[in-house]
């Protein structure tokens, strides 16, 4: 059996993945991001973790690396990796095409590979146009139309965390995690009664979403005020890229019952019957495994 490694590259940990073409997940490792960069060089570190990967796999004949942040057009160097600059302007793909000249390498931003990934691994019957946005520490998205990633002009296209929110900041900095806890504390100053959230040893997402689904009255109005926003972007994409299925990932998405509300409210006030009468909001599938699966899915694409 033909198996594919997906290797997804965050700020805290490189994970690895060996995948079947099914996308079960076969074996999985991590590498504390960390510990590249003590490396004297991220990027050397990188091309040794994921050399000694593929000695541990010589069946292996294609890697897909899903990374957070803008790549080349080609899909060969490393441009701007804002959350890990030690590997900007790395020419990734070609330092390990002359390491292992037998194995293809398949480079994409996390959050499209991810998007690849629901379309091939979900398990269930997917459009062949549809919007994945991840909610976690930033906001992700990425976008598969007619069954290929939208990449755009210089291959970077729908960075939709950064885009300007209605309160003059970036969508990211409003609902991010960063975001989200500021929005909780300023809440809870605001508000006169009690509240769980202003017990908490540390506030976090967790800790939020746990509140809300305790029924707490400050957690579920910070989730509805993260809804709104959220649903603002997702206004702007619709109407950018005419797209009608959306999928919503991410950790912060255990928590979207209590943002749907503000999210439909939203929509409901800024699109028209054309967008509404078939637009479909559902969970993405893929939890943890998204970003390996993604990038595992990035084997699968058709070149051209």
């Avoid at 490792?29 to 990027?43: D, E, H, M, N």
């Avoid at 900007?88 to 002359?98: C, Q, T």
């Amino acid at each position: 059996m033909q198996t594919f490694t997906g290797i997804d590259v965050g700020g805290s940990n490189v994970k690895f993945g060996l995948v079947d073409p099914t996308g079960r997940l076969l074996e999985k490792q991590k590498v504390p991001t960390k510990t590249l960069r003590g490396s004297g060089s991220a990027g050397d570190g990188l091309v040794e973790a994921i050399g000694n990967w593929l000695r541990k796999y010589p069946q292996v004949q294609h890697v897909g690396i899903g990374l957070p942040g803008m790549l080349s057009a080609d899909r060969r160097t490393l441009v701007e990796m804002v959350n890990i600059p030690e590997l900007n302007n790395l020419d990734l793909v070609d330092r390990l095409e002359a390491r292992h000249p037998d194995v293809a390498f398949h480079l994409e931003n996390d959050a499209n590979a991810a998007a690849l990934g629901e379309f091939y691994f979900s398990g269930r019957p997917m459009p062949d146009n549809f919007l994945l946005v991840t909610l976690g520490t930033g906001i992700g998205s990425g976008a598969v139309i007619n069954r290929r990633i939208l990449t755009g002009g210089d291959g970077n296209a729908l960075e939709l965390g950064h885009i300007v929110s209605g309160n003059g900041r970036s969508v990211e900095q409003t609902i991010g995690k960063a975001g989200l806890i500021k929005m909780a504390k300023d809440m809870l100053a605001e508000h006169q009664g009690h509240s769980a959230l202003r017990h908490a040893a540390k506030l976090d997402d967790d800790v939020i979403i746990d509140a809300a689904n305790a029924g707490d009255p400050v957690a579920r109005r910070v989730l509805d005020e993260y809804g709104r926003v959220l649903g603002q972007a997702l206004v702007s994409a619709i109407f950018l890229l005419d797209i009608k299925n959306i999928y919503i990932g991410g950790g912060v998405a255990k928590g979207f019952t209590h943002m749907e509300k503000g999210v439909h409210e939203s929509l409901n006030k800024f699109l028209t019957p054309y967008y509404l009468s078939k637009l479909s909001i559902n969970p993405a599938r893929l939890g943890n495994n998204a970003g390996i699966l993604g990038a595992a899915a990035l084997c699968f694409m058709p070149k051209g």
